[in-house]
């Protein structure tokens, strides 16, 4: 059971419910005597106890639910301690997920020892993280902003689950491991893992093109520019999608000042299935 000491946390605990921490909210089993929840369903709100099932739509006050009395003031003082919290993890950052345990094999052919580099893990203690490879993107300063999860499964759904569910995405790596005047922007993150474990080392994931393409672009281009990168090769999927958001994201970026060019991909082919001979064409092609 979670560790936490809010109004809701204490009175679940005095209950006996096993509850888990999902973002802003607590997951429990669906009260509602008429849904046999055998997945917990039901999101209630850290603070104020208010809830509603995802799967049955029933909706519930936990403090009415079990005629509690509740202290306004109590339920304003854990408010406060979120809202101070939220803003202690926006200056240091997110804490790895508990259960950290390292990767220690490959995955999707990609050795450990880029794994590693990038502090890839797994756990078991946290809701919808299981049973998933999870990379923690980090800012410029190095804090952890968000946790990316891809399930070890390629035909699971969802295959990708973010944590906090709430967070901004950005891009991933921010900081490059060798100045380089170019980069080459990917899609997924094991596109861009895939491209650096043989030997693309300036290669960057948008972690889904609605990640540039939703806002915010300029903010999220400024620590590459600030890096000396003034040329990208956009190099996404070779699909309708892929070539659709490189064609709407290359004027964008050339408004920025940044130098673009597409490189298209054979349908059905992204960089993640790339094999070696093909990133040595790239890494020379770009050298050129």
Known sequence: MALEDTPVARLLKEKN???????????????NPEHPDTN???????????GQCFSCSF?????????????????????LKEKIKAIRQAETGLEMLDGYTPVTSKFRGISVKTLTKFDLFSTDKVENMEDRI?????????RIKVFV??????????RYMIYPARADMQLFPVVLETPAKSMVLVEGL????NLYD???????????????????????MLPFKSQGVSNIYICFDGDKAGSDAAQKLKPLLENLG???????????????VMDQEFVDRLVSYIKK
């Open 17 to 31: 419910i096993y509850y888990r921490i999902q973002g802003s909210d607590y997951l429990i089993k669906c009260l």
């Open 40 to 50: 917990p369903s039901l999101r209630i709100d850290k603070v104020k106890g208010i």
């Open 59 to 79: 909706k519930i006050n936990l403090f009415q639910y079990f005629g509690v009395i509740t202290n306004n003031a109590n339920i304003k003082v854990a408010g």
């Open 134 to 142: 999870i990379v923690p993107i980090k800012d410029i300063r190095g």
């Open 149 to 158: 999860g891809r399930h070890i499964l390629s035909n699971a759904n969802p």
């Open 190 to 193: 094991f596109d861009m893992l």
């Open 198 to 220: 043989k030997g693309l080392t300036n290669v960057v994931a948008t972690l889904g093109t609605a990640t540039l393409l939703g806002g915010s672009l300029a903010a999220k």
């Open 258 to 272: 940044f130098v673009i060019e597409i490189i298209e991909l054979e349908e059905g082919t992204d960089p993640g």
